[in-house]
């Protein structure tokens, strides 16, 4: 701080100087401050102050006041380049305040003159509402010691007025901004009160009026539009913001003066949260009520996983927080969870890649014209998909001209062909008369006059007068409805003010227990304060939208009429179909192995008859023939094996499958021991004959057939105990293997699943290895 006033006084010391030795340099001489005020010279000493009588042009002087006082006039000059001080005109005093609670009245008006704050010489006017009686005197005066010179007067009750008294509303209605909703809101909102005013029957002793102000749907504004509704009488009973930035900052507030706050325009779920915002409610029900019917529509068209891509706002976030934790509730996955910022492109991309199929978008009408180009790019559209969107948007929305977009208007409409929208109902499709006694149609009739022929379309809030038309209703109904509940303890409507919570109370519980029909339909409110209503369900049909159905959340019932109309067949999968298809063998091929097979148990016959019928035959005897009996023998079985090998599930049931594994085992298993072993032991038997050329000649003849009958046994326990052993620790079941899956031919929405049964143990590489290692070792030994 202390460098920047010195670089100051470096930048304006030359000048001072100049001004000092030659006035006629240009600048303007120093003026006197205000009665008990100063001058703060900025970026000078109080030795610069004392020696200079010139300022440099475009210098600026401030005045301050001293003790209690504020200026009043302009509080800052500057020196123009004529030499003079600007609105030297406007004379700026230092004047006394006097306290500001007499500058507001309890159940009055209080008009002050001059206008500005109250300083010495102000002058208050007092009167009271009506059914009240003003006591004490009807003006004051602001001295010049800051005091005000008579008592603040009270307005008492006046027991034998019999006119109507007046009840205030505080509404900020946003005629301009981002949403303006207010040009037919406000007209709606006048429209309901000067009715329920006319009615006998609906707060007849009582009178409503609308204090309203443009917020113009913008925070900072309302804020301070907020201070005034709240410190300037009367006192307003309810508070009626629009939009969901304005309703969040005022619903937050309203709390701390024991306020309603009723809003007509906001959507946001953030404000249904009652620990927040306790004493909030909305005739515009929460952005999250069309997730009920978006379930609603998933359970009807038998749908259990679907995907979703969002733009990255806190209103779609919390939809989509909502939308997940009802979808759970149902047994409905998520399986795809997207979301962008600016770009839809990658996330797009992603929705693809993961095979979504059912995809809800949350996301701004701007964004939406993106993310459809993309798709269109992506070929994220047809009769495999179905997109879910939300109802708002203008019904020609992708036919708009877009610059950030690079999609033909033709290319749009292709791509969002056959998307279903949710709307929330605003304006009631039954003819009936509620509690203003009109029908929907009779209400735009009116609203039509009022607004003096202006084109609806481009009339801000068209769409959400009826809302604003039925919470006025609310409103007055729920008023109504406590004025008996007060009376029994003692206590008017007429008695609230900031710091009654009794009366708060009373207004919460009637609103929070309203039931009527009103011109946008049935006006209930749940637990958190939002309004409860029936949803439109539309479907883009040959570039226009046509309705298919309404669902009335509060009781669960969907009305459908039937018109919907699909791409494809029907309503697509919400996933790529994969149909499981077993693999079996070829009947052909199995055939024809299995008469190969049969003809080598034949010749195996044949060999086994010979060897029985000449087994006198010298030749015979000396070959041993009960071991080429085996071999015949264990070559059948190995041949025969061939066929429980080629059993499959298409032969045998799965519950029997197990028994053709065992007896493949077995069968194959002793065939090859039978077979192999025999041969393996005349093999041994010849290779010990003739190589013991030293023994004698009769004892190289002479060997015990017992011996080799002996080893083949020896060779089949080992191989029946490994078997047995594998069988009883891990025994052979079934298994089914699946492969690469394949697309069938023609244009299907589905995917072929190739599946093999095959038999199979826990350990099978184990017990193989065992097998193998046991007959590598057999068969190598005659080597």
């Known amino acids: 701080m202390a460098l920047s006033l010195l670089s100051l006084i470096v930048l304006v010391f030359p000048f001072l100087t100049a001004a000092k030795h030659n006035t006629t340099a240009g600048g303007c001489a120093i003026i006197r401050p205000p009665r008990d005020g100063g001058i703060r010279y900025r970026g000078l000493t109080q030795e610069q102050i004392r020696s200079v009588h010139v300022l440099p042009l475009d210098y600026e002087i401030e005045y301050i006041c001293r003790g209690n006082r504020v200026i009043i006039g302009p509080n800052v000059r500057k020196c123009l380049p004529n030499g003079t001080w600007t609105d030297l005109t406007q004379r700026s005093k230092c004047l006394l305040q006097c306290p500001r609670v007499w500058t507001s009245l309890e159940n009055g008006r209080v008009s002050q003159w001059p206008l500005g704050p109250p300083v010495e010489g102000m002058v208050l006017q007092y009167s009271c509402l009506p059914g009240f009686i003003l006591v004490g005197r009807n003006s004051t005066h602001c001295n010049k ?85 709240l410190y300037t009488e009367p006192i307003k009973m309810v508070l009626m913001p629009g939009c969901s930035s304005v309703s969040t900052l ?221 919470a006025v209703w609310a409103l007055a109904l729920a008023l109504n409805k406590t004025v008996g509940p007060l009376k029994a303890k003692g206590r008017r409507l007429e008695d609230f ?51 298919i159905g309404y669902f009335d959340s509060t009781k669960g019932n969907l009305s459908w009429y039937g018109n919907d109309r699909w791409i494809g067949p029907g309503p697509p999968a919400d996933q790529t179909v994969v149909i499981e298809e077993f693999r079996f063998l070829s009947q052909k091929l199995f055939v024809s192995v299995s008469v190969f097979a049969g003809l080598g148990i034949l010749l195996g016959i044949v060999c086994l008859t010979f060897n029985i019928y000449n087994s006198n035959v010298r030749y015979i005897q000396n070959s041993q023939p009960y071991l080429n009996n085996m071999t015949a023998v264990g ?30 085992l077995w069968l194959l298993g002793l065939g090859f021991s039978l077979a192999y072993g025999s041969m393996f032991t005349k093999i041994w038997w010849v290779h010990t004959v003739f190589t013991k050329k030293d023994d004698k000649k009769e004892k190289r003849k002479h060997l015990e057939p017992w011996k080799l009958y002996a080893t083949v046994g020896v060779l089949l326990v080992i191989d029946v105990l490994s078997l047995m052993i594998w069988q009883i620790v891990d025994p052979l079941h079934v298994t089914v293997e699946k492969f690469v899956r394949e697309a069938p031919k023609g244009d299907l929405d589905v995917l072929i699943q190739p599946l093999l049964e095959h038999c199979s143990s826990d350990k099978m590489n184990t017990w193989l290895g065992v097998v193998y290692g046991y007959i590598y070792i057999f068969i190598s030994l005659p080597s």
């Not at 946003?174 to 006048?190: D, E, V």
């Not at 204090?211 to 301070?224: L, N, R």
Request: neutral net charge; glycine residues 6%; hydrophobic residues 35%.
């Open 497 to 547: 003010n900031y710091n009654n919570r009794d009366i708060t109370a009373e207004i919460y519980r009637a609103l929070n227990t309203s039931s009527f029909e009103g011109v946008s339909g049935h006006v209930v409110f749940d637990a958190q304060g939002s309004r409860m209503a029936w949803t439109l369900i539309e479907q883009l049909q040959g570039g226009s939208y046509k309705k």
């Open 635 to 664: 070559c059948m079985m190995a041949l025969a094996a061939v066929f429980p090998l080629g059993l499959d599930g298409h032969h045998v049931h799965r519950k029997q499958f197990p028994v053709v594994c065992q007896f493949r």
């Open 250 to 470: 005022v619903a937050e507030a309203a709390r701390m003066w024991n306020l309603i706050v009723l809003s007509y325009g906001s959507s946001s779920p953030a404000l249904s949260n009652r620990q927040r915002f306790p004493t909030f409610f909305r005739t515009h029900p929460s952005a999250t009520l069309h997730n009920p019917t978006r379930v609603q529509l998933f359970q009807k068209w038998k749908w259990t996983k679907i995907a979703t891509i969002q733009q990255t706002t806190e209103v779609f976030t919390s939809t989509l927080d909502d939308l997940e934790a009802r979808t759970k509730e149902a047994g409905i996955e998520i399986s795809v969870r997207q979301s962008f910022l600016t770009d839809p492109a990658p996330a797009v991309k992603n929705l693809k890649r993961q095979d979504a199929r059912i995809i809800v978008g949350l996301f701004y009408e701007t964004e939406a014209r993106k993310v459809f180009c993309e798709v269109y790019k992506e070929k994220l559209y047809g009769k495999k998909y179905v997109w879910f969107l939300i109802g708002w948007y203008a019904d020609n929305w992708f036919k708009i001209k877009d610059p950030s977009i690079n999609c033909t208007v033709e290319q749009m409409t292709e791509a969002v062909e056959g998307h279903v929208t949710t709307e929330i109902v605003m304006l009631n499709p039954e003819t009936v008369r509620g509690a203003s006694n009109l029908t929907s149609q009779e209400f735009l009739n009116q609203l039509m006059s009022k607004l003096g022929g202006k084109n609806p379309e481009e009339t801000g809030g068209f769409q959400e007068a009826p809302l604003a038309y039925d």
């Open 145 to 229: 010691l800051g005091k005000w010179d008579s008592p603040k007067p009270v307005c008492h009750y006046d027991r034998h007025y019999t006119g109507k008294k007046k009840l205030y509303i505080g509404a900020l209605f946003p005629m301009s901004g981002g949403w303006p909703g207010g040009q037919a809101c406000l007209p709606s909102a006048q429209m309901a009160l000067d009715l329920v005013n006319k009615r006998t029957d609906i707060l007849p002793e009582y009178e409503l009026e609308l204090i309203h102000y443009d917020s113009m749907c913008d925070p900072g504004e309302a804020t301070k539009l907020l201070y005034d509704l």
